[in-house]
């Protein structure tokens, strides 16, 4: 098993964010993939028919979906601050603007406050249009403490 270290290593190194993915268990299962542009960094769920939930439409199932933007909105907060172990979860909300259709999915995090110990991410998921999401979530997490009492 990786450290957090050798993870990030392997990232800026070789550009290998599968063993980061692997950091984060149910993000490994779900087959997320981290791409980078740039400097900005995306996630990507490819698309498989285990993530139906709904078979008449067909539509991917909406724990599938929000448990895609949470572990995006993890490993963006992994990435990009120098925690030394893993956020945990404090909160999530989300609103789901239309079904996720049989294809894949895409999401794009936000640091939108970042304190001392806790982060609130903002997450946004599309399939095939970025302009049309088909979710919107917020979370906060909580970081590593930076010093320690005394």
């Not at 450290?3 to 800026?12: G, I, N, Q």
């Not at 550009?15 to 980078?36: C, H, I, K, M, N």
């Not at 996720?100 to 982060?119: I, K, P, Q, T």
């Amino acid at each position: 098993m990786s450290t957090l270290a050798d993870a990030r290593r392997a990232v800026r190194e070789h550009g290998d964010f599968s063993v980061l993915r692997e950091l984060v268990p149910y993000a490994a299962f779900l087959g997320l993939r981290v791409t980078q542009d740039g400097g900005a960094l995306g996630f990507h769920l490819p698309f498989r028919p285990g993530l139906i939930g709904n078979a008449a439409l067909p539509a991917i199932h909406g724990g599938v979906i929000a448990a895609f933007m949470e572990n995006a909105a993890q490993l963006h907060l992994l990435l990009q601050l120098d925690e030394d172990k893993v956020p945990k979860s404090i909160d999530f909300s989300i609103d789901y603007l239309r079904s996720a259709h049989a294809e894949d999915c895409h999401a794009s995090c936000e640091v939108a406050r970042l304190g001392r110990r806790v982060a609130q991410v903002q997450i946004r998921c599309w399939q095939s249009d970025e302009t049309r999401p088909i979710a919107l979530a917020r979370s906060h997490f909580l970081l590593e403490a930076t010093d320690s009492p005394e």
